[in-house]
């Protein structure tokens, strides 16, 4: 590969492309040197960022994944690794390591084909530290979580979140969305955009605050 580190956008974020031979700490100075040039373009963005063609220890996606943060000046939200025709996703984990979160990893290799019409591309990882979907949220469904889940697409008009625990939507909020649905009134609402019918912390109605990268929503 002419180029160690190929970058290129994507609806929810950016996908790297990785050499596969270049040494870890060189890849890591490529990726460093090509993304704090563009600095200024991601502007504190919260993103899904994807891995292609390198498979990572679990030392080393913490690494790079710190240094993608740092030089490019971003929030990773979650990260997905396509390598070998496998899906595999990472769920955010509720307590952050200095300042950042960790990132579990869990491995799917089947689609959800039951969701019917009103899930598109429907993914749903269960870990003991939250929830992945991947798809977008559409019509009349509604999505039931036990734990704080991240979703990786939009929740369209009329559809339904109801979380236990807290939402972040790497896309836009247009349906509704009822975080710490039994009580957690610490349980908040992200996205990069919200358009909402509906923003409920528990039982009590709240207003999104539209921020320049992204939209969140809790209780002061």
Known sequence: MKDPVLIKSN??????????????????ERVHEK?????????????VVTFE??????EEEQAMAETIEESAGIQILCLTDTEDNTQETHTITDTPVSGRHLCRKTRDNTSNDTAGEAYDS???????YGLFYRGNL?????????????????????????????????????????????GDYNAMIAA?????????????????????????????
Do not use: Q
Request: hydrophobic share 40%.
């Open 11 to 28: 609806r929810y974020g950016m996908t790297l492309r990785f050499d596969p031979e270049l040494p870890f700490d060189l890849l890591r």
């Open 35 to 47: 993304l704090h040039a563009f600095t200024h373009f991601f502007n504190h963005a919260c993103m």
């Open 53 to 58: 063609g390198r498979t990572f220890t679990k």
């Open 122 to 128: 429907a993914e749903t990882i269960h870990t003991e």
């Open 138 to 182: 559409r019509g009349r469904a509604i999505l039931e979580a036990d734990k704080s889940i991240v979703i990786v697409g939009d929740i369209e008009t009329g559809a339904t979140v109801i979380c236990k625990g807290s939402v972040t939507v790497t896309g836009t909020i247009y349906g509704t969305v009822i975080a710490g649905a039994t």
């Open 192 to 220: 990069i955009d919200m358009k909402p019918e509906l923003l409920r912390i528990g039982e009590i109605e709240v207003k999104p605050v539209i921020g320049g990268s992204y939209s969140w929503a809790r209780l002061l």
